[in-house]
């Protein structure tokens, strides 16, 4: 047990107890024997001195209390979320309650929170736990991550979340910024009880899409239920949780699809995209060009999305609990979860050549164009359009025993084996696209002035250039990750102010991801127009479904749309084109299918004391060690040739694919000291000092070799992960002061610093083929050299081989070009140099430096149902993108400031909550799809409401509110100006009913 003094207990209400030994004791160690041992706690007598003070709770205000409670008496800096009641959370999504909590920032997908980052410290490198235990991810967004995606499990059976952001011996490793461990109610905790709940969901966004793409109702149902009993005087227990929620929604969406291509400096010419310098034909057409030394960016294209979706999720949990004596109890149980998403869309999009231009800019150093006009003539005017499906699925059931060996000695064994998957649940694949174009487009002007990007396109004729399908892709993703772990705890009492936490771990978590894209490169048209009857199309207007965003109402903008039915369109142009096989996904030769095995074994000891000195102290020194283990295989291409067809251009020739693999394994040892002070009763002063580790992606680990389909008369050139990889490693320091100044209310200031080593980089080094020869340098090469060619004259090279040696090992010569020419392949043959191959690769490199701070206010005032709770957090890097600069760069992303202003009302009746949460502006990549740029996400706030009311002790009714000011959300590129994506929602509104039994 712990010797420690506690907080506050909250006066008595009517509702069933929640015991703060249930809080503390989870918070404290997250390891299963103590996550597990809180329901013990339950019945403890509020007497006795060595045990948490029990705390009655109900509704909102004791959620609040029992949270604050969970901070005050945990070991370290944790903050944390406990439900409201039986199957009440305070958010329909988990990711939208952590977002309250100081320090806490969410990226959301569809409008609703998915993952998040946890003080500046982005989703790979944070660690999601269910009950203690490493839970896997799986996100087709993103095959490569190791992000948690909260967006697949619904609230209703969560009783907590405990958040700890200092590092602790007893936590599994992987979450620098945070360690989040997900709680789930046991049924001998529970006891004899049950509630079930229904809601009705109204999303306005998916009124606002065209009618191919909406779902047919925009109201959908959420069903809800818990259910727990006891027998046998508390000796079996069970519970069983489920949910199924239905969400219609539309997302609509402007962009600057393919990012920007630059940066160019003014004085830069000869390359594709730079505007004519001063003087050069075309630079009469440029208003305030950028000046030599400003750096300018081009748009590569610009598109309209109107995306609506469909989603069913699925949650159930079943635990059976065995408590044969009171010195031991087992615990059996079963998670499941399916997030099933369906996808329509249709885009209007043009396409810059960058070719004559008319521009104007503003002022530098980093110049932006106002309007960006290229004067083209029968060019695409695209209307795309896609259909797809996509299914993640969340097994996991794991065992746990906890024993009461003697008084002084605690024992525990836990162990689970859980999945998640992802892949495609639709026969047209996990995405595609499919562009129908009429080539009418004429001059093409885009206007940067407002919120979203305008397109004013000059002579479109539909009559004169009917629509027809040109080119398409369909892809098939996949991802599935394996956790197997055993984790062995124990806690001995050592004197009487100290214990002894131990434990050893083994965890083997394997990762597959892999994919495949089939393309038709067919952009100028498949077949030909008289092949689809124009009846397939319907005409549309465009700015109805921008109707939030500025600039919708610009008569310049481009009106004219064309949508049409994905499935019959898809068929037309197969039958069309007799290529069946290019309208339809596969991966049964995918493009990649990685592989990974992470094998590691952990020890951890934690020595806690208490000093009962004038004013009393809490230590707690530990260690971690953990040795990692790492085999990950790769499907690669093998290179059997390579051909020399153009002046410097050498594809290679593969004569298949075969796995590859490549091993790696790193140990750390993590040491951990976290100190507290009582100064008073009612004020609390912390340090923490810890070493947290966070692992790679799985993209920088793979296995294999990936070369390059072409390859230069210098070498060729590939990729290869790394498995030697070292993982990131933070050493922290958290100073935290804390005046609970009454039983509900807190101020507390916290201070932060991270010192993170080993982030990847790229590096590059040469390597040469076993067998694979070129020509370049070789017997044909040589022999043009001796006849007088110089090296650099590729052309006189050629046409000396071509002409000379036609015909022999290697030689095919083709006809003349109009340059007068020779043309054919030449074939590297045995004696020839073997082929040098650049391979970029990574390594540890990378360090940086954050800091910040997080404050928090929480009070009620008095008994009058009234309180309010508010928090900042500030965060700063040393290492930030230079916006002005080229080429690649590090920074850290997701780093921003964020606060949080929650106001309560609530007495026997009533209970009312406004939350407003805050984002400030945060880098979100440092690509895009053009190159390395930056993308900025812009402050973003969002103000949520909840109202309940009870009719009976049994019976409320409760309203919701999401985003009720129907806020939008836009992201920039390296000024304002530079938009990359400008995106409206809508409301969403919840009205529902829940009996407790």
């Known amino acids: 047990m712990l010797y420690r003094k506690k907080g506050f207990a909250p006066p008595n209400t009517r509702h069933r107890l929640i015991t703060l030994a249930v809080a503390s004791a989870c918070a404290t160690l997250v390891a299963p024997i103590h996550a597990q041992e809180a329901g013990a706690a339950a019945t403890t007598a509020v007497a006795d001195p060595t045990t948490p003070a029990t705390v009655v709770v109900t509704g909102i205000r004791a959620a609040m209390q029992s949270t604050l409670n969970l901070k005050r008496n945990s070991d370290g800096i944790v903050d944390g979320i406990v439900a409201d009641d039986?199957?009440?959370?305070?958010?329909?999504?988990?990711?939208?309650?952590?977002?309250?909590?100081?320090?806490?920032?969410i990226d959301r997908n569809r409008g609703e929170g998915a993952q998040v980052t946890v003080r500046g410290v982005g989703p790979d490198l944070n660690m999601v736990l269910l009950n203690g235990r490493q839970m896997p991810t799986s996100n087709l967004g993103d095959l490569a991550?190791?992000?948690?995606?909260?967006?697949?499990?619904?609230?209703?059976?969560?009783?907590?979340?405990?958040?700890?952001?200092?590092?602790?011996?007893?936590?599994?490793p992987g979450g620098i910024g945070a360690t989040l461990n997900i709680m789930t109610a046991r049924p001998l905790e529970l006891g004899k009880q049950a509630s079930v709940g229904a809601k009705v969901v109204y999303d306005t966004s998916n009124d606002n899409l065209p009618i191919e793409d909406k779902a047919k109702r925009s109201y959908t149902p959420e069903i809800s239920g818990i259910y727990s009993t006891t027998w046998a005087d508390g000796t079996f227990g069970v519970a069983v949780s489920a949910s199924y929620q239905e969400r219609n929604l539309g997302v609509n969406q402007s962009q600057i699809t393919n990012g920007w291509k630059g940066p160019y400096r003014g004085d830069q010419s000869g390359?594709?995209?730079?505007?004519?310098?001063?003087?050069q034909p075309g630079s009469e057409n440029i208003t305030n060009r950028p000046d030599p030394n400003d750096v300018y960016s081009v748009p590569q294209n610009i598109s309209y999305f109107m995306r609506g979706s469909q989603r069913q999720r699925t949650n159930g949990q079943l635990t059976f609990q065995w408590k044969p004596n009171k010195d031991l109890t087992t615990t059996l149980d079963y998670t499941y979860s399916e997030n099933k998403i369906q996808t329509k869309y249709h885009e209007l999009s043009a396409w810059f050549n960058h070719g004559a231009s008319v521009s104007s800019w503003t002022d530098g150093p980093i110049a932006s164009p106002i309007f960006y006009q290229e004067n083209v003539?029968?060019?695409?005017?695209?209307?795309?359009?896609?259909?797809?499906a996509t299914k993640s699925e969340n097994?996991?059931?794991?065992?746990?025993?906890?024993?009461?060996a003697s008084p002084n000695l605690r024992l525990s064994f836990d162990a689970h084996h859980s999945t998640a998957e992802s892949k495609a649940d639709h026969p047209f694949g996990s995405n595609n696209d499919l562009a129908t174009v009429s080539f009418s487009r004429g001059n093409t002007r885009v206007n940067f002035e407002h919120e979203m990007p305008v397109l004013s396109i000059e002579g479109a004729d539909f009559n004169r250039a009917p629509m027809q399908v040109s080119g398409s892709w369909f892809q098939n993703g996949y991802q599935k990750m394996e956790i197997d772990q055993a984790q062995a705890n124990g806690r001995l009492k050592l004197w009487e102010t100290s214990e002894l936490n131990f434990g050893l771990s083994l965890t083997n978590v394997k990762n597959r991801s892999a994919f495949q894209q089939v393309q038709s490169d067919t952009w100028g048209g498949a077949t030909s127009p008289a092949d689809y009857p124009q009846s397939m199309f319907r005409a549309d207007t465009l700015s109805q479904y921008f109707d939030k965003l500025g600039g919708h109402d610009d008569p310049a903008l481009f009106q004219q749309i064309h949508l049409f039915d994905f499935a019959a369109m898809r068929q037309r142009a197969s039958d069309a084109t007799g290529k069946p096989e290019k309208y339809l996904p596969s991966l049964a030769d995918p493009d990649y299918d990685r592989r990974t095995t992470e094998k590691s074994k952990a020890l951890y000891f934690q020595l806690n004391t208490e000093w009962e000195t004038t004013m009393p102290m809490h230590t707690g020194i530990g260690f971690r060690y953990e040795k990692t283990d790492v085999h990950s295989t790769a499907l690669s291409q093998t290179v059997s040739g390579v051909n020399w067809v153009s002046q410097n251009e050498l594809p290679f020739v593969f004569a298949g694919k075969e796995f590859t693999s490549l091993k790696g394994s790193y140990h750390h040892f993590l040491p951990s000291v976290d100190w507290d002070m009582n100064v008073r009763d009612d004020f609390k002063v912390r340090a923490s000092y810890g070493q947290t580790i966070g692992r790679p992606r799985y993209d920088q680990i793979q296995g294999g070799t990936n070369i390059n389909p072409t390859g230069t008369v210098t070498y060729g050139t590939g990729t290869r992960g790394n498995p030697a990889l070292q993982p990131v490693k933070s050493k922290n320091i958290d100073l935290s002061a804390e005046w609970y100044y009454n039983k509900q209310s807190l101020i507390s200031l916290g201070l932060y610093h991270k010192a993170l080593t080993n982030y990847a980089g790229q590096s590059v080094q040469m390597e040469t083929s076993p067998s694979v020869t070129t020509p370049i340098g070789g017997k044909y090469f040589n022999a043009a050299l001796a006849a007088g060619c110089v090296a650099t004259d590729t052309n006189c090279i050629r046409n000396y081989i071509f002409r000379n040696f036609n015909g022999q090992p290697g030689v095919v010569r083709g006809e003349d070009?109009?340059?007068g020419n020779a043309t054919g392949t030449i074939t590297g043959i045995p004696g020839d140099p073997l082929v040098q191959y650049q391979i970029t690769t990574f390594v540890n490199e990378k360090s940086a430096n954050l800091k910040g701070a997080e404050i928090n206010w929480q009070h009620m005032f008095g008994n009058s149902g009234f309180g309010f709770q508010a928090n900042y957090t500030y965060v700063k890097s040393n290492l930030k993108f230079n916006n002005a600069g080229s080429g690649n760069q590090f920074a850290l992303v997701g780093l921003s400031d964020s606060a949080n202003l929650v106001g309560i009302y609530e007495d026997s009746k009533w209970s009312i909550r406004a939350a407003y949460n805050w984002r400030d502006e945060f880098l979100s990549s440092v690509t895009d799809l053009a190159g390395s740029n930056p993308q900025y996400v812009e402050p973003y706030g969002q103000l949520d409401i909840s109202i309940s009311y009870n009719l009976s002790k049994n019976l409320s009714l409760?309203?919701?509110?999401?985003?009720?000011?129907?806020?939008?959300?836009?992201?920039?590129?390296?000024?304002?100006?530079m938009v990359l994506s400008a995106t409206q929602g809508g409301p969403r509104y919840m009205l529902g009913a829940r009996y407790k039994f």
């Open 395 to 404: 097994n996991s059931i794991g065992f746990n025993a906890q024993w009461k």
């Open 377 to 388: 003539a029968n060019q695409d005017i695209a209307m795309n359009a896609g259909d797809f």
């Open 817 to 819: 070009n109009a340059a």
């Open 86 to 105: 039986i199957g009440k959370f305070p958010d329909t999504n988990l990711a939208e309650s952590l977002q309250r909590i100081s320090g806490v920032s």
């Open 145 to 172: 991550g190791r992000a948690f995606d909260f967006s697949n499990l619904a609230s209703e059976a969560v009783s907590q979340i405990q958040v700890y952001k200092s590092s602790r011996a007893d936590t599994p």
């Open 271 to 279: 390359v594709t995209g730079v505007i004519p310098l001063p003087g």
């Open 958 to 977: 409760s309203f919701e509110g999401i985003n009720v000011t129907d806020e939008t959300q836009r992201v920039h590129g390296r000024t304002k100006m």
